[in-house]
């Protein structure tokens, strides 16, 4: 059973930097497709950025762009989140995700694996 354990998380100024990192165990970690989805509160979970198993390519989602950069080192077994010029808006828990089929899957939000998240929090 692949488990997924995210870290990194924490209270952040607005116009701050945080990077959360997910760490991976129990699986094929290069054989999955990686991701980040965010919940904030009363609102609906929602994706944030993906990569493919073999890191050449990634996604993001509209309010990520230039902002956010995911990256993964199959070495580690970890995937990470860099979020920089951040705004009160970002503050929710992200959620570490793994697929086992693709990235396009996995940025529909049907990932095989999802981590407990770690929390997020941009104070204006």
């Known amino acids: 059973q692949v488990q997924l354990v995210e870290s990194g998380g924490g209270f952040i100024q607005t116009g701050g930097s945080v990077r959360l990192s997910c760490v991976a165990s129990g699986g094929a970690f290069a054989s999955y497709a990686m991701g980040w989805f965010r919940q904030a509160p009363g609102k609906e979970r929602e994706f944030v950025a993906s990569v493919t198993q073999n890191d050449d390519h990634a996604y993001y989602a509209y309010f990520g762009n230039e902002r956010f950069t995911i990256s993964r080192d199959n070495s580690k077994n970890t995937l990470y989140l860099q979020m920089n010029n951040l705004k009160p808006e970002d503050t929710a828990v992200y959620y570490c995700?793994?697929?086992?089929?693709?990235?396009?899957?996995?940025?529909?939000?049907?990932?095989?694996?999802w981590g407990m998240g770690t929390q997020v929090t941009v104070s204006s």
């Open positions: 995700v793994g697929d086992s089929t693709n990235v396009e899957s996995l940025n529909q939000g049907s990932g095989d694996f």
